[in-house]
């Protein structure tokens, strides 16, 4: 699994290339919650290059999104733009 930041307008678009297994969820979790601890609530999950997510990467993504709710952001798939 590869992750690439990128801001676009504002955005925080995170792009995954490859499976996020168990083995990389703390990983992908500590990208996304810098984002959060940089103030950036507005992210976008670019998944496009991802066949398979691990239950516990589904874990990571739902917890991200709870704290970026509560601090007033949105984290959204990038089918969702």
């Known amino acids: 699994m590869k992750i690439k930041i990128e801001e676009k307008d504002g955005v925080s678009v995170v792009f995954i290339d490859g499976n996020v297994l168990q083995e990389n969820v703390p990983i992908f979790r500590v990208k996304l919650l810098e984002l959060i601890e940089a103030n950036k609530m507005r992210i976008v ?20 999104k709870k704290k970026v709710t509560e601090k007033g952001g949105a984290i959204k798939n990038g089918a969702s733009q």
């Open 45 to 64: 999950l670019d998944m496009i290059s991802c066949n398979y997510i691990s239950s516990m990467c589904l874990a990571a993504i739902v917890d991200v």
